[in-house]
């Protein structure tokens, strides 16, 4: 795209450069921002990328991008540069990222639901590569900058998987409407965010904004008690192809098995192995089957993609001590998250240890939350309970009230005293589970045993 192409787009205006110069690799870091490419000054809530424009030069940006903000011509000066000035830097990227689809002809996958958007969203675009070259959101990076950075850089592929996250209405409505996806998919609907949204209910009609940009099927996880009853009720209006492993479904999983080599179902006469453990990887699996055979993808193709599956760093990650496991998933918490966990933990031989943490973000709805997460701890037959946070004293109180035995349940303030806690243990034959929300840096636990 070059520069005369966006001129007028949100006030665009060039006062310093060369019209036919092109747009190349717009980035908002400074930081990792390289020769030749564009800076974007977004502004943040502490700080104001606009501000930046200087350093951005200084480490190679061609282009910058700005708003509201007094250029400093001495500055500029020193550098062969282009400088843009528009009304504002976000509209400017949103309305950049429609017209960018709007000149696309490829399919556009968008993930979405309460947990797994970035699991699901790996495995999707693990089982695409193996016949197409393909564009997906980098990390987590789920709001509406990191969608439109996503769509802006797409060069050669053939199809785009991007994840959509949200924390109140109408920011799917809007993700949606840009990217105007071909496939969707929603993964489930829990109570993440709850304290934002008031109910699940509100969750459940917050993800489903996704069919407002949506041209083609809706895949959805329909053991999900609210996404199952919005099937029924809705499967004659929409286009819906459903998964799951309870509720018979299009694509159904049957013969769940778990060991240290990863998690084991049938699909019809198939067997599938995935090399990670858990049953919410199972319903990953069931959608990667389901996108696979819109894509006409061969099975054994999906079967050994299965099998070989990268997750990103702190998600149920097995590290083998020389007497006891670590299950590290410590990357972000919610119940539903929590419930699969303590499920595949619950499952183990050795001694079963489940060090938890706070989960964040619940509002009003904290106590409740991690009470009800009490209660799996006496049902997945955990050995040990050690907890982390005012809110996690919920989990041990209510695990004891449901009869876990006393003695073998703890709870601390700081990371630093559960670690001094853990290293006085007899931890041989255990399997230790490890999991809260990122904000309590439980990742500090893993390192230090």
């Known amino acids: ?21 092109t747009l190349t690799n717009i980035s908002k870091d400074t930081r990792t921002i390289k020769k030749g490419e564009t800076y974007l000054g977004l502004k943040g809530e502490v700080y104001d990328g606009n501000l930046f424009y200087e350093q951005a030069l200084m480490n190679g940006a061609k282009t910058c991008i700005l708003s509201n903000i007094l ?51 790996n495995i999707i675009s693990d089982i695409l590569k193996t016949k197409y070259k393909v564009l997906k959101t980098s990390g987590n990076l789920n709001t509406n900058i990191g969608l439109a950075l996503t769509l802006l ?61 949506l041209n083609g099927p809706l895949i959805i996880n329909n053991d999900n008690d609210l996404l199952h009853s919005w099937y029924q009720k809705n499967k004659e209006k929409y286009s819906i192809i459903t998964y799951g492993i ?39 699996a069931l959608v990667a089957f389901t996108i696979g055979d819109l894509f006409n993808i061969k099975h054994e193709d999906i079967i050994k993609s299965l099998q070989n599956l990268t997750l990103e760093d702190n998600r149920m990650q097995i590290i083998k001590r020389e007497n006891y496991t670590i299950i590290n998933d410590t990357y972000n918490a919610s119940y539903d998250s929590v419930y699969y966990a303590l499920d595949i933990l619950g499952k183990f031989k050795d001694k079963k240890i489940a060090i938890l943490g706070d989960i964040l973000e619940l509002g009003d709805f904290g106590e409740e939350i991690h009470r009800k ?27 004891i009230t449901n009869g876990f035995n006393k003695n073998n349940s703890i709870n601390f303030k700081t990371n630093k005293e559960t670690i001094k806690h853990i290293k006085s243990l007899n931890l041989a034959n255990s399997t230790i589970l490890i999991k809260a929300s990122h904000g309590m840096n439980f990742k500090e636990i893993v390192d230090n045993i």
């Open 1 to 21: 795209m070059l520069i005369k192409d966006i001129l007028n787009i949100n006030g665009a205006k060039l006062i310093k450069g060369n019209i036919n110069d």
């Open 71 to 121: 250029i400093d011509n001495n500055i500029i000066n020193k550098y062969d540069c282009n400088i843009i000035l528009v009304n504002d830097t976000l509209e400017f990227l949103l309305e950049l990222a429609r017209i960018k689809r709007n000149s696309l002809n490829i399919p556009i996958i968008a993930v979405t639901g309460s947990v797994g958007k970035t699991s699901t969203k």
């Open 153 to 213: 850089s797409l060069k050669n592929e053939e199809i785009i998987v991007l994840e959509m996250g949200m924390s109140k209405f109408g920011e799917i409505s809007e993700l949606t409407n840009i990217a105007k996806p071909t496939v969707g998919v929603i993964t489930n609907i829990g109570s993440s965010h709850i304290g934002n949204l008031g109910s699940r209910e509100n969750i459940l009609k917050a993800k489903l904004e996704i069919l407002e940009g």
């Open 246 to 284: 309870d509720e018979k479904s299009d694509y159904q999983a049957s013969n769940l098995t778990y060991d240290m080599m990863g998690s084991h179902f049938n699909l019809d006469k198939e067997n599938v192995n995935i090399n990670v453990l858990g049953k919410h990887f199972i319903y990953n």
């Open 373 to 399: 997460i009490g209660k799996l701890i006496v049902n997945n037959n955990i050995d040990y309970l050690i907890t982390v946070g005012s809110l996690a004293n919920y989990i041990n109180k209510e695990a």
